[in-house]
């Protein structure tokens, strides 16, 4: 029999209730269910959200309770405290280790079968914690890690090449934070080196200046976001949107989700961002990628910065 596709989001604050409406608006799923401590908020967004089922596509949306979650194929954890102005992803891991212990444990219970996407902040070090609570294999936990880093790298390229974002084949990697870093040596367009197509068709060079302001951009974007409105919501729903999109219409699209990265240049067993083969099964695929001397350094020093974190979690 067809199976309808289900994705619930644990969380229908900002982000999870941006993420519930753009997936309504893509139509990728044909049921949508939210789950928030405060049933009140999860309610209000589902009401609001099937209001406009007649104006988009139909999705039966709904809020409830982890008994809701069988036929789940995806849940999405959005739950948890977000970053105040002037407070790092890192300055959440207490709390937000606290609430994975309690939230996790309920989703196994229900939908073992089911693939978790993490995006409460710390992202790498929640889906580090994500992975150890659920037991479930590594294709089946993700973060949703440097895809929204690398869309607003690929953004920020395109408007200084002045071509469509699209054509723009350039990622963030490592951790969704202060450590992560662009991995510029396989940037490029069309197959052209990211520093030839500057240098040659634009005729204006991409010095390590400019490199270095775009990555810093992309990095602080979330504190200036934040900054300016009190959180961040849209881009990553549309982040959490295209990972979805991957997983059930089997695209093996490549993203760079934060997974488990193991003895990848000598790291530990901590999750960052690399670029994934993402599809019906999850993660399909971690590709193979080759970085320069610089690069090595910038990915063990993220490495590093989440080890510290995840050494010392209290996971029971
Ligand atoms: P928010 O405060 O608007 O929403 C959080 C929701 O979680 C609230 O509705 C709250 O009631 C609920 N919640 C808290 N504990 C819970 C529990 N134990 N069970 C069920 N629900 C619970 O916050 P937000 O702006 O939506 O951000 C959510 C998280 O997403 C934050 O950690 C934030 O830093 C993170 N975030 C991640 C990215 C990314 O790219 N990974 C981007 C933006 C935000």
């Known amino acids: 029999m067809y199976k309808r596709s289900k994705i619930a989001i644990i969380g229908a604050g900002m982000v999870g209730s941006a993420t519930a409406f753009s997936l309504l608006q893509s139509g990728v799923a044909l049921e949508l269910l939210l789950i928030d401590k405060n049933k009140d908020r ?3 967004e589902a009401m609001d959200l099937s209001h406009g089922v007649p104006l988009a596509y139909l999705v039966n949306v709904r809020s409830g309770g982890y008994e809701d979650l069988p036929g789940a194929d995806i849940v999405i954890i959005t739950a948890g405290a977000a970053q105040n102005e002037g407070e790092t992803r890192l300055d959440l891991v207490h709390k937000n280790t606290a609430i994975m212990k309690d ?4 989703i196994v219970a229900q ?5 978790l996407i993490v995006v409460t902040n710390p992202v790498d070090v929640l ?3 994500a992975l150890q609570i659920s037991e479930f294999p590594d294709s089946r936990v993700m973060g949703s890690g440097t895809v929204l880093d690398t869309s607003r790298l690929r953004h920020a390229l395109s408007l200084q090449a002045e071509i469509d974002t699209r054509n723009i084949h350039a990622y963030v990697l490592g951790e969704h934070g202060d450590t992560e870093f662009v991995a510029w040596s396989r940037a490029h367009v069309a197959g052209t080196p990211l520093d030839e197509y500057f240098e040659d068709d634009l005729e204006k060079p991409l010095t390590r200046e400019i490199k270095e302001e775009l990555a810093r951009q992309v990095r602080d974007a979330a504190y200036d976001v934040i900054e300016k409105k009190g959180a961040t919501y849209y881009a990553v729903a549309l982040a959490l949107n295209r990972i979805c999109r991957a997983i059930l219409r089997g695209e093996r699209s490549i993203l760079t989700v934060s997974t ?11 999750c960052l961002s690399i670029p994934c083969v993402v599809g019906r099964g999850g993660i399909e695929r971690k590709i193979p990628f080759h970085l320069d001397d610089e690069e090595v350094k910038n990915w063990q020093k993220s490495a590093s910065a989440m080890a510290e974190f995840t050494q010392n979690l209290r996971l029971d």
């Open 111 to 115: 939908v073992p079968d089911s693939i």
């Open 42 to 44: 999860a309610e209000g």
């Open 103 to 106: 939230i996790v444990p309920q």
């Open 127 to 129: 889906t580090y914690a």
């Open 260 to 270: 488990s990265v193991q003895g990848i240049y000598g790291v530990e067993d901590v």
